[in-house]
């Protein structure tokens, strides 16, 4: 008899498996409003609509999918749309207007809300199976429930939380066939990533006749001309012991910018000037600001070069690896002082000496500049300091 009983309990448990979706790969990055269950896989893509810019991502679930809540007290607001992958090629269409969208309702699922005067006073509790609509942005949140989605196709699931810019997901179900929905191969979007430094030119030794195989900046040479960060100055000579001018400093500067963001290397030309292109590049990205550097041909400062190189990447990017409280020519009088400790501590720059001394004020050969710019795009060479 127990042998019949135990039979009927593991064919019970095993058919729970079938009519729920699994709950092991939820996304647990920081701070996310959501956790896709069921995940297949997932990729970090990005777009910019008006004067801002907004990132999201892209999942890939079986079918059924849930969404998970799983930051509930600083939710404040979630819709998510069903799109029609063939038309889907920029998602602020959907977001921001442009396209007819109709917003899917929450499950079945009771949410209970907590409700706030303006002094953010809990006043009272509610319970509701939707939205409560704009009257009450600002003034609750949500405890519980999940988002379930249960057609196979292409979905958007935009929310805000307190505290936090805007969580947006791109979530493809797949039919029972796995399969993903008709068109889905059409999307355009790009990876937001350090991964994008990959190579795209062929380096051979001898490639410029003033680096030879044993100095020691050969490598990063070679490496910067491959990612496609800096380039040969003409007549087979890459001119390493020459002064990276704020031109130069720019080029380098939008060439990250733009892999990073899945752009490629390559900069239009806005100018009769080879350096127009770049210039307009990384003001209208906010490297620098307009009025701050008047005459691009004079030689960057290694302070200078520290801080547009600070700017080009998100902060994410700049993780502490070492604890760097003083350096013997760097104070809090020094011009772009914050950016130069800010890459001392992320491993990038490590001084001229023994004493890390930094010589803000003296001129960066191209030679330096490869070397930084290596380990600023490839953490795994970044320098730990003692």
């Known amino acids: 008899m127990k042998k019949y009983i135990f039979l009927l309990l593991a064919i019970f448990i095993s058919s729970l498996f079938f009519m729920f979706p699994a709950f092991a790969n939820a996304d647990t990055r920081e701070?996310?409003?959501?956790?896709?269950?069921?995940?297949?896989?997932?990729?970090?893509?990005?777009?910019?609509?008006?004067?801002?810019?907004?990132?999201?991502?892209?999942?890939?679930?079986?079918?059924?999918?849930?969404?998970r809540i799983n930051n509930p007290n600083k939710l404040a607001y979630v819709d998510v749309y069903k799109v029609n992958p063939l038309e889907f090629t920029n998602p602020s269409q959907y977001l921001y207007g442009g396209i007819e969208r109709t917003p899917l309702k929450w499950d079945d699922i009771t949410y209970k809300v907590s409700m706030y005067n303006e002094h953010l006073e809990k006043i009272d509790t509610i319970e509701t199976k939707e939205y409560p609509g704009?009257?009450?942005?600002?003034?609750?949140?949500?405890t519980s429930g999940y988002i379930t989605l249960n057609e196979p196709g292409l979905y958007l699931a935009s929310s805000t939380a307190w505290g936090a810019s805007s969580?947006?997901?791109?979530?493809?179900?797949?039919?029972?066939?796995?399969?993903?929905?008709?068109?889905?191969?059409q999307i355009s979007y790009r990876i937001i990533s350090l991964d994008n430094f990959v190579a795209r030119n062929t380096y051979s030794p001898g490639a410029f006749t003033d680096v030879k195989e044993n100095d020691w900046f050969a490598k990063n040479v070679a490496t910067c001309y491959e990612l496609g960060l800096m380039e040969g100055k003409g007549k087979g000579k890459f001119d390493p012991q020459g002064n990276v001018t704020i031109a130069e400093l720019f080029t380098m500067a939008a060439r990250i910018n733009k892999i990073?963001?899945?752009?490629?290397?390559?900069?239009?030309?806005?100018?009769?000037s080879w350096y127009d292109g770049a210039v307009y590049y990384v003001i209208s990205k906010r490297i620098i600001y307009g009025d701050e550097f008047t005459v691009l041909s004079k030689p960057a400062t290694r302070a200078e070069f520290a801080y547009v190189l600070a700017n080009t990447l998100p902060n994410s990017e700049f993780k502490k690896l070492n604890?760097?409280?003083?350096?013997?020519?760097?104070d809090h009088t020094t011009k772009y002082n914050f950016e130069i400790f800010k890459l001392y501590n992320a491993g990038i720059l490590m001084g001229q000496d023994k004493n890390l001394t930094f010589n803000p004020d003296a001129n960066i050969s191209r030679a330096e500049a490869a070397a930084i710019l290596i380990r600023l795009v490839k953490p795994e060479n970044r320098i730990l300091l003692k």
Do not use: M, W
């Open 167 to 185: 969580d947006i997901c791109l979530i493809e179900i797949l039919d029972e066939g796995g399969k993903p929905a008709e068109g889905l191969d």
């Open 260 to 272: 990073y963001n899945g752009e490629g290397p390559d900069i239009e030309n806005t100018g009769p």
């Open 323 to 330: 604890n760097i409280l003083s350096l013997p020519d760097v």
């Open 31 to 67: 701070n996310s409003v959501f956790s896709l269950d069921n995940l297949i896989s997932k990729v970090t893509v990005s777009f910019e609509s008006s004067s801002y810019e907004n990132r999201y991502t892209k999942y890939t679930a079986k079918s059924p999918g849930v969404l």
């Open 134 to 142: 704009d009257q009450y942005i600002g003034k609750y949140e949500i």
